[in-house]
């Protein structure tokens, strides 16, 4: 599957963005989809995840009650609604899919378990 990520950009602190992650190809498969992302200088870190039917997220710390994970599986999108943004938001945002079977309804936070990733999309966020 093909990961494409979009919707990145330049924020002032306190504004809003939203990411947009399409797949194409295998979509016949079901996948949990997760955001991470990337600061520079920084290893790559967890932001959030949605299961396949979309009845589970789960967030890393910091972006709870900011950041809302969605998707439409009819669309095969998954969304990262960003909101109060914080300097230290500003990043490399991928998106990447973990391809589960029908049963593995549930969310995780490990990167090494994601088959797909998405080239990234950049957001920068000024004081």
Sequence with gaps: VQLQASGGGLVQAG???RL???????TSSRYLM??????PGKEREFVAAISWSGRST???DSVKGRFTITR???ENTVYLQ??????????VYYCAADAVDYSSDYTHNL?????????????TVSS
């Design 72 to 74: 439409d599986n009819h």
């Design 34 to 39: 997760a955001w991470f992302r990337q600061a």
């Design 82 to 91: 960003m909101d109060s943004l914080k300097p230290e938001d500003t990043a």
């Design 20 to 26: 947009s992650c399409t797949a194409s190809g295998g």
């Design 15 to 17: 504004g809003s963005l």
């Design 111 to 123: 990167d090494f378990r994601f088959d797909f990733w998405g080239r990234g999309t950049q957001v």
């Design 58 to 60: 789960d967030y890393e």
